[in-house]
């Protein structure tokens, strides 16, 4: 792994607009803030090597080698990861309290972990108005108030600093892939220092094609609803093509097209639909709203799915084989296009002295996705 | 007693040339003074409102340069003797009201002392208020040692007087600042009686109406009394001559140049072959004292501060004169021997006056001369100019910039002059991006704020002391309010006009007399003329970062008061608020998660970096107590301990 320096970071990611906002860098120090979902840098620092840097899911993310380490082989670019089967799931009978996205599984899981001693506290995404907010809960209320997707992207991962610096271990995150992938990149100690402890014991994955930029969206919307009658939004799978609106007793429907201009630029390099660094990941299921897709992957997201399901707080089912292959093609585009665009802007893989690159990817891999 | 009423006609004491100025004033029988604070003139109006009492005075602060211009005018209409005071810029601030004064002329006599202030060493401009006598058609003394400060003042009552105008003397810096002998006069025993006169006919200028109409008449009237002055100016004692009959050249100077000058003749050893006439009423000059100079030699070298003034009005004359004086060949700043901008210092009149006498001179090496620049530049070798330890300035322009940067608008501040002024540089975080003359930072910001039909989207912020927004903001913050432009005003407000040293303002409770006084409230002006109003304390950081994100978000004018007493006010000095103490086991020093946000960007003189330990230290010495840095700590490793003892 290439590491470099805030200065690079700020160079690379946030002046050529690249930041999604994840929350990576936020925290670590004085000098990297998130204010309404932008990520800035306060104040010039001068170190050649920085945990912002070696954090952030858009600038020299190896995934070979991050795949190395964390699944013990090279990276394939498999559509949806490495992972121990996909099914289709909801929260039990009962268990939801209030509103959520579609089955409720992720704060079902989320609730399900805190209750078994899994993890302690959970950090998760919340909204003041149409700003995304990181928030740490601890209780299964706190857990349902952050429910249902905020499609704008979030600085979770600021409250996963704060609570490393802070000395809270034992922490489940709900991440999106990219926030997932910091996690990863977190995770391996790369700076190796000798004070490092790992702060996360659970990484709840969501599936994401794109967020929106939050300071965009913003002034999107006011100028077409009173913003804070918005109760819930989806983007319902495909072929659906809409943005929805509720608001309490009238439901907005803004076409997809309308909205793909907020969507920041770091998104388009995203090859991970999947979240594929996570234990488990979520996302919702094509012609089944009220239930998700869910993808399991590591031993411990293996026993969690698992004790879950025997305690009635989730159920699962079989996947059906089309929603599956509809699933694959998908996972398999967005790294097809994440790919192209990367060496079409010059980012990927690149080694030329003072060119550093957001992703590396085997040339192999490479060239399976471009088909070059 | 003060040593400025010593009662010993003849006795030579040792003033400060503004208390030389002072004395002066009071030798004349001054009954009104009103100035506002500014560097180099504050200690004039200090002095005399400590000998109010005594002498039987009004002195005051005015709420600007133009109304204390106005008081003092007022106190002549009525008779009475009166001075005004202020600094080069403060003319430029009430020349409008001197314009239409010139007009009218004055009753008691009036005078004006500007105090310049060549190679800005305490402003942002070295603004020549020698100009201003020109273009007002009003005659100027410029004093050349400390003697003169004293006598002057005393000869420019009379004078106003006998003309019945307002007189202009002009100090600098140099002389304001140092400190000589003077023998004094005497003080006079009464004092007179104030009583407008108004009912008499319309053109009496002692007992009628007092305007600039019929503009034609008062015009031609003014420039009479001009030429009135000019034929007091041929027998000035001011106005010397000293060297040989037939000089080869001859150095025409004023004000403190004339020092410059003779050291700089004294250096060269050629007192027998160059003259020096020192001329104490440079306008308008006096013709035939001139023709009789200007006849001695054929070479001039004119020294002066800043701009050719003095020069080109030299030159004027010579050529009106030339028929029979004949040609001249007069030198100086217009044909570049003489820098055009900056101090003198006997060294560069040694230069250029060298060349002309040919006689060899080894000037200062050029590396101590970059050295010397360089030191002008910075002020203090190695040492950047800084808020003090402890200055909420720096607490505030922290919020400011932080603010700025996490609304990520690419917001800016609009500024004027004030301690607060040094936010150009690192030490407020280099803040400041527009900065101009005393409450130009709200009308600018007023007019920035009107942009967004043009496509503006940044956030416009302007800042003021609080002594500025009572001088010059206030028009401007009616200006945004009424026209709706979008900006967010924030009030430094430290309690008092702390750069020129805690002189009161209308805001406080005390007037220049140490008399109880009304306190106007900055928050309750701005609330009623339908401003947003927030306060806050500057060294709660976090509460006025998240107050000002706020404000941004919103439209109109809002006014944020950031209220913190200045860190050198008497009242603060003697007490610590805080003990403050890095605890070197949790500071992160040079390693990533801090990068010494303290001693890097931080930076009050209070904290040191400790390069053997790798760590950052409170010097006690320098700290204040404000505690604030104790906040900026990303791992708390600054501790703050809250004194007990309360002194005071
Ligand atoms: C930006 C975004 C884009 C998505 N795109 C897709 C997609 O293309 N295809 C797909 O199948 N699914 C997508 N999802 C996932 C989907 O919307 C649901 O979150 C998922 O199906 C889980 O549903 P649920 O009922 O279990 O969620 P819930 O039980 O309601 O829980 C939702 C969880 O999501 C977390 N969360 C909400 N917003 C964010 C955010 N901005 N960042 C991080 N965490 C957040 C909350 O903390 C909460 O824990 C997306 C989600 C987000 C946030
Ligand atoms: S290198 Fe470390 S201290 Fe510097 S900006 Fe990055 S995270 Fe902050
Ligand atoms: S993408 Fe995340 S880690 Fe990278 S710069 Fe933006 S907020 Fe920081
Ligand atoms: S800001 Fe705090 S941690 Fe950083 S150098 Fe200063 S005292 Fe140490
Ligand atoms: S407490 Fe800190 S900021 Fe305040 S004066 Fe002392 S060192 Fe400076």
């Given at each position: 792994?290439?590491?470099?320096?805030?200065?690079e970071?700020?160079?690379?990611v946030?002046?050529?607009?690249?930041?999604?906002?994840?929350?990576?860098?936020?925290?670590?120090?004085?000098?990297?803030?998130?204010?309404?979902?932008?990520?800035?840098?306060?104040?010039?620092c001068?170190?050649?090597?920085?945990?912002?840097?070696?954090?952030?899911?858009?600038?020299?993310v190896d995934?070979?080698?991050?795949?190395?380490?964390?699944?013990?082989?090279?990276?394939?670019a498999?559509?949806?990861g490495?992972?121990d089967?996909?099914?289709?799931?909801?929260?039990?009978?009962?268990?939801?309290?209030?509103?959520?996205?579609?089955?409720g599984?992720?704060?079902?899981?989320?609730?399900?972990?805190?209750?078994?001693?899994?993890?302690?506290?959970?950090?998760?995404?919340?909204?003041?108005?149409?700003?995304?907010?990181?928030?740490?809960?601890?209780d299964?209320?706190?857990?349902?108030?952050?429910?249902?997707?905020k499609?704008?992207?979030?600085?979770?991962?600021?409250?996963?600093?704060?609570?490393?610096?802070?000395?809270?271990?034992?922490?489940?995150?709900?991440?999106?892939?990219?926030?997932?992938?910091?996690?990863?990149?977190?995770?391996?100690?790369?700076l190796?220092?000798e004070?490092?402890?790992?702060?996360?014991?659970?990484?709840?994955?969501?599936?994401?094609?794109?967020a929106?930029?939050?300071?965009?969206?913003?002034?999107?919307?006011?100028?077409?609803?009173?913003?804070?009658?918005?109760?819930?939004m989806?983007?319902?799978?495909?072929?659906?093509?809409?943005?929805?609106?509720?608001?309490?007793?009238?439901?907005?429907?803004?076409?997809?097209?309308e909205?793909r201009?907020?969507?920041?630029?770091?998104?388009?390099?995203?090859?991970?639909?999947?979240?594929?660094?996570?234990?488990?990941?979520?996302?919702v299921l094509?012609?089944?709203?009220?239930?998700?897709?869910?993808?399991?992957?590591?031993?411990?997201?293996?026993?969690?799915?698992?004790?879950a399901v025997?305690?009635?707080?989730?159920?699962?089912?079989?996947?059906?084989?089309?929603n599956?292959?509809?699933?694959r093609?998908?996972?398999?585009?967005?790294k097809?296009?994440?790919?192209?665009?990367?060496?079409?802007?010059?980012?990927?893989?690149?080694?030329?002295?003072?060119?550093?690159?957001?992703?590396?990817?085997?040339p192999s891999?490479?060239?399976?996705?471009?088909?070059? | 007693?003060?040593?400025?009423?010593?009662?010993?006609?003849?006795?030579?004491?040792?003033?400060?040339g503004?208390?030389?100025?002072?004395?002066g004033?009071?030798?004349?029988g001054?009954?009104?003074?009103?100035?506002?604070p500014?560097?180099?003139?504050?200690?004039?109006?200090e002095?005399?409102?400590?000998?109010?009492?005594?002498?039987?005075?009004y002195?005051?602060?005015?709420?600007?340069?133009?109304?204390?211009?106005?008081?003092?005018a007022?106190?002549s209409?009525?008779?009475?003797?009166?001075l005004?005071?202020?600094k080069?810029?403060?003319?430029?601030?009430?020349?409008?009201?001197?314009?239409h004064?010139?007009?009218?002329?004055?009753r008691?006599?009036?005078?004006l002392?500007?105090?310049d202030?060549?190679g800005?060493?305490?402003?942002?401009?070295?603004?020549e208020?020698?100009?201003f006598?020109?273009?007002?058609?009003?005659?100027?003394?410029?004093?050349?040692?400390f003697?003169?400060?004293?006598d002057?003042?005393?000869w420019?009552?009379?004078?106003s007087e006998?003309?019945?105008?307002l007189?202009?003397?002009?100090?600098?810096?140099?002389?304001?600042?140092a400190?000589?002998?003077?023998?004094l006069?005497?003080?006079?025993?009464?004092?007179?009686?104030?009583r407008?006169k108004?009912?008499?006919?319309?053109?009496?200028?002692?007992?009628?109406?007092?305007?600039?109409?019929?503009?034609?008449?008062?015009?031609?009237?003014?420039?009479?009394?001009l030429?009135?002055?000019?034929?007091r100016?041929?027998?000035?004692?001011?106005?010397?001559?000293t060297?040989?009959?037939?000089?080869?050249?001859?150095?025409?100077?004023?004000s403190?140049?004339?020092?410059?000058?003779?050291?700089?003749?004294?250096?060269?050893?050629?007192?027998?072959?160059?003259?020096?006439?020192k001329?104490?009423?440079?306008f308008?000059?006096?013709?035939?004292f001139?023709e009789k100079?200007?006849?001695?030699?054929?070479?001039f070298?004119?020294?002066?501060?800043?701009?050719?003034?003095?020069?080109?009005?030299?030159?004027?004359?010579a050529?009106?004169?030339?028929?029979?004086?004949?040609?001249?060949?007069?030198?100086?700043?217009?044909?570049?021997r003489?820098?055009?901008?900056?101090?003198?210092?006997?060294?560069?009149?040694?230069?250029?006056?060298?060349?002309?006498?040919?006689?060899?001179?080894?000037?200062?090496?050029e590396?101590?001369?970059?050295?010397?620049q360089?030191?002008?530049f910075?002020?203090?070798?190695n040492?950047?100019?800084?808020?003090?330890?402890?200055?909420?300035?720096?607490?505030?322009f922290?919020s400011?910039?932080?603010a700025?940067?996490?609304?990520?608008?690419?917001?800016?501040?609009c500024?004027?002059?004030?301690?607060?002024?040094?936010?150009?540089l690192?030490?407020?975080?280099?803040?400041?991006?527009?900065?101009?003359?005393?409450?130009?930072?709200?009308?600018?910001?007023?007019g920035?704020?009107?942009?967004?039909?043009?496509g503006?989207?940044?956030?416009?912020?302007?800042?003021c002391?609080?002594?500025?927004?009572?001088?010059?903001?206030?028009?401007?913050?009616?200006?945004a309010?009424?026209?709706?432009?979008?900006?967010?005003?924030?009030?430094?407000?430290?309690?008092?006009?702390?750069m020129?040293?805690?002189q009161?303002?209308?805001?406080?409770?005390?007037?220049?007399?140490?008399?109880?006084?009304?306190?106007?409230?900055?928050?309750?002006?701005?609330?009623?003329?339908?401003?947003?109003?927030?306060?806050?304390d500057?060294?709660?950081?976090e509460?006025?970062?998240?107050?000002?994100?706020?404000?941004?978000d919103?439209?109109?004018?809002?006014?944020?008061?950031?209220?913190q007493?200045?860190?050198?006010?008497?009242?603060k000095?003697?007490?610590?608020?805080?003990?403050?103490a890095?605890?070197?086991?949790?500071c992160?020093?040079?390693a990533?998660?801090?990068n010494r946000?303290?001693?890097?960007i931080?930076?009050c003189?209070?904290?040191i970096?400790?390069?053997?330990?790798g760590?950052?230290?409170?010097?006690?010495?320098?700290?204040?107590?404000?505690?604030?840095?104790?906040?900026?700590?990303?791992?708390?490793?600054?501790?703050?301990?809250?004194?007990?003892?309360v002194?005071?």
């Open positions: 792994m290439r590491i470099f320096g805030p200065n970071l700020k160079a690379d946030q002046d050529k607009g690249l930041c999604v906002g994840c929350g990576a860098c936020v925290n670590l120090c004085p000098y990297f803030k998130n204010h309404q979902g932008k990520t800035v840098m306060l104040f010039p001068t170190l050649e090597k920085g945990r912002c840097h070696a954090y952030c899911p858009k600038t020299e995934y070979t080698e991050l795949s190395q380490a964390r699944w013990k082989r090279p990276y394939d498999s559509p949806l490495t992972h089967g996909v099914v289709m799931a909801r929260a039990g009978e009962g268990r939801v309290e209030g509103r959520v996205q579609a089955g599984t992720v704060s079902a899981l989320t609730a399900f972990a805190l209750r078994e001693g899994m993890i302690e506290e959970a950090v998760l995404t919340n909204r003041e108005g149409l700003v995304p907010v990181p928030q740490m809960v601890g299964e209320t706190g857990i349902y108030g952050c429910a249902t997707s499609y704008t992207a979030a600085p979770t991962l600021s409250e996963v600093n704060r609570a490393a610096r802070e000395g809270i271990r034992n922490v489940g995150v709900v991440a999106t892939p990219c926030q997932a992938t910091a996690l990863a990149l977190m995770r391996e100690n790369p190796d220092r004070d490092f402890v790992d702060p996360v014991s659970l990484v709840i994955g969501l599936f994401c094609t794109w929106l930029d939050t300071r965009k969206l913003i002034p999107f919307l006011e100028s077409r609803v009173d913003v804070s009658r918005i109760q819930w989806d983007i319902p799978p495909p072929p659906a093509e809409v943005f929805v609106l509720d608001l309490g007793n009238e439901e907005i429907q803004i076409p997809l097209d909205i201009a907020l969507v920041p630029r770091g998104c388009l390099l995203c090859p991970d639909m999947t979240s594929e660094w996570a234990d488990v990941s979520v996302g094509e012609g089944e709203p009220e239930w998700n897709t869910l993808i399991v992957r590591t031993e411990k997201g293996r026993a969690l799915v698992d004790k025997e305690a009635g707080s989730i159920v699962v089912k079989e996947m059906p084989a089309a599956l292959e509809h699933l093609t998908a996972a398999l585009n967005k097809k296009r994440a790919v192209a665009r990367a060496r079409e802007e010059n980012l990927l893989n690149n080694t030329d002295e003072g060119e550093r690159a957001a992703f590396r990817m085997d891999v490479v060239e399976e996705l471009t088909g070059s | 007693m003060s040593h400025l009423l010593t009662d010993e006609p003849g006795s030579r004491i040792l003033l400060m503004n208390e030389a100025i002072a004395r004033a009071l030798e004349a001054v009954n009104v003074a009103a100035g506002y500014g560097t180099p003139s504050s200690e004039i109006i002095t005399l409102s400590k000998v109010a009492r005594d002498r039987g005075l002195v005051e602060w005015s709420a600007n340069e133009k109304v204390a211009m106005e008081v003092a007022a106190a209409f009525a008779g009475l003797r009166s005004c005071v202020m080069q810029n403060g003319v430029n601030v009430g020349s409008d009201f001197l314009l004064l010139g007009l009218t002329g004055t008691g006599g009036m005078v002392v500007p105090c202030d060549p800005a060493l305490s402003s942002i401009n070295e603004g208020s020698r100009q006598a020109r273009l007002l058609e009003l005659p100027l003394l410029e004093p050349g040692d003697q003169e400060l004293k002057m003042i005393v420019a009552f009379q004078l006998e003309i019945r105008n007189v202009f003397v002009r100090s600098v810096t140099r002389l304001s600042h400190s000589g002998n003077v023998v006069g005497p003080l006079p025993g009464e004092t007179r009686k104030a407008f108004h009912r008499g006919f319309i053109l009496d200028e002692m007992e009628g109406v007092v305007a600039s109409m019929p503009m034609e008449y008062r015009h031609r009237r003014q420039q009479e009394k030429k009135q002055a000019v034929e100016f041929e027998s000035s004692p001011f106005n010397t001559y060297g040989p009959e037939h000089p080869e050249l001859v150095v025409i100077t004023s403190a140049c004339h020092l410059y000058s003779r050291e700089a003749i004294h250096l060269l050893g050629v007192e027998d072959r160059v003259g020096l006439l001329l104490g009423t440079t308008p000059l006096p013709p035939v001139m100079h200007l006849g001695l030699t054929d070479r070298l004119v020294v002066e501060e800043v701009i050719p003034f003095l020069e080109e009005n030299v030159k004027i004359l050529q009106e004169l030339a028929p029979r004086i004949g040609p001249k060949t007069i030198m100086g700043k217009r044909d570049g003489l820098p055009t901008v900056g101090e003198l210092n006997p060294d560069l009149v040694v230069e250029a006056l060298a060349s002309l006498v040919e006689v060899p001179y080894e000037s200062a090496p590396a101590y001369v970059k050295r010397g360089e030191l002008m910075f002020g203090a070798p040492r950047e100019l800084t808020f003090c330890p402890g200055c909420p300035h720096r607490a505030s922290w400011i910039h932080n700025l940067e996490l609304d990520g608008r690419d917001g800016f501040v500024g004027d002059i004030g301690c607060y002024t040094l936010a150009v690192p030490t407020g975080f280099s803040t400041l991006k527009t900065l101009h003359a005393m409450g130009s930072g709200t009308g600018v910001a007023s920035f704020g009107k942009l967004g039909r043009f503006m989207d940044q956030p416009v912020v302007s800042v002391g609080d002594s500025t927004f009572f001088h010059a903001a206030m028009p401007a913050l009616i200006n309010i009424h026209h709706g432009s979008d900006i967010t005003m924030v009030v430094l407000d430290n309690s008092g006009t702390a020129t040293g805690f009161p303002h209308p805001g406080l409770d005390v007037d220049a007399l140490g008399h109880k006084a009304p306190a106007i409230s900055i928050e309750d002006v701005c609330r009623s003329l339908g401003a947003q109003v927030r306060v806050c500057p060294f709660d950081l509460t006025t970062q998240a107050t000002l994100l706020e404000l941004l919103r439209a109109g004018v809002k006014v944020l008061i950031l209220r007493i200045c860190g050198l006010s008497p009242e000095k003697r007490h610590k608020k805080y003990e403050v890095v605890n070197p086991e949790v992160l020093g040079e990533c998660g801090c946000l303290c001693t890097r931080f930076r003189p209070g904290l970096w400790d390069k053997r330990a760590k950052a230290r409170v010097d006690e010495v320098i700290c204040t107590g404000c505690g604030v840095c104790a906040s900026i700590c990303p791992e708390g490793a600054i501790e703050k301990v809250e004194n007990r003892e002194t005071g």
